[in-house]
């Protein structure tokens, strides 16, 4: 499979960071660039170049697990992984290669044994201190083996309310070794220009008397403000308007109780619609995710599931 320009340079400064320094580096591409694919092609250069490594693939939610683990398939269809996931129902410990649930591998890491390299997926949700599991997890495993090497991957290298990933103490990732910009993957043609709309009046939410915090929207009062009279309605009204030559439609909700009226309104209006909630189990979502990838459904709703 070949790699796009700056996929190729993105694996590349990896062995060139390492063949200088000793730290954690971050590897910076925007959503849409490919990141599983260059995953992909890094291990599948390891395990080729330096036969007997044993590697864990870290994420967060099901879907990336299952993203990472077919795209290293696709690049390397006799590849010996396996996947280590409460949610996905897979507790592999033996293959070489891992693609693992920071929750489920945290709580039976002895299980897995040592690992070589380890690459965190969406490296952003990393606390910047504190103990959380994905730094309890590596103190373990480096106590297994003292020379592991860490590895980020993320499309935004800072948390909002803490600032950039590779700064401040007791960080984990010490470098950005390749960094590509939206610009050029738009000027380049792999990624679309964004396109934004004003909605019409009826459809805004009134965001008057919804508190801040951290910078943010208080979550249940942005809900409540969001669900007020006919707005939903009038919103997806809207929606159907104006993307009515649209292919597909990602549907973000505010809330669970939001996220269930849109879906509601848009079932009425005749949209075949599909809905992805934190709580919906890993089955089901995928079977909705696949649906809608075959254009079974017009449109998938969800709160804070597809967000990555």
Not at 209 to 220: M, N
Request: aromatic share 6%; with cysteine; charged share 25%.
């Amino acid at each position: 499979m070949n790699l796009r320009a700056y996929q190729r340079e993105s694996v590349d400064a990896i062995y060139s960071y390492f063949a200088s320094k000793s730290g954690s580096p971050l590897i910076v591409m925007p959503t849409g660039s490919g990141k599983s694919l260059t995953i992909a092609t890094f291990i599948h250069e390891v395990i080729t170049t330096w036969p007997g490594q044993r590697i864990l693939v870290l994420t967060h939610v099901c879907e990336l697990i299952e993203q990472d683990h077919a795209a290293l398939l696709r690049v390397s269809p006799h590849a010996p992984c396996g996947v280590y996931s409460a949610g996905l129902g897979a507790r592999d410990v033996m293959q070489p290669i891992i693609f693992g649930g920071i929750q489920s591998v945290f709580r039976r890491d002895a299980e897995l044994g040592r690992f070589d390299l380890v690459l965190i997926d969406e490296c952003n949700l990393v606390p910047p201190k504190g103990e959380g599991m994905y730094r309890q997890l590596l103190v373990r495993m480096r106590e297994r083996n003292p020379q592991l090497k860490v590895i980020g991957f993320t499309a935004t290298p800072f948390r909002l309310g803490t600032g950039r990933l590779d700064r401040g103490d007791g960080r984990i990732f010490t470098d950005i070794a390749f960094e590509v910009g939206v610009l050029r993957l738009v000027r380049e043609r792999f990624l679309v220009p964004l396109i934004a709309r004003q909605v019409a009046a009826e459809g805004e939410i009134d965001t008057r008397g919804v508190k801040h915090s951290g910078g943010e929207f208080v979550a249940r009062d942005l809900e409540r403000a969001a669900m007020r009279g006919d707005v939903v309605e009038e919103a997806v009204d809207e929606m159907v308007q104006l993307g009515g030559e649209r292919r597909s439609w990602l549907v973000f909700g505010c809330g669970v109780d939001h996220a269930r009226r849109i879906h509601v309104a848009l079932m009425a209006r005749q949209v075949a619609a599909g809905i992805v909630l934190g709580d919906t189990p890993c089955q089901e979502r995928a079977a909705a995710i696949a649906a809608y990838k075959r254009g079974e459904l017009h449109a998938l709703v969800s709160v804070g599931v597809l967000t990555t």
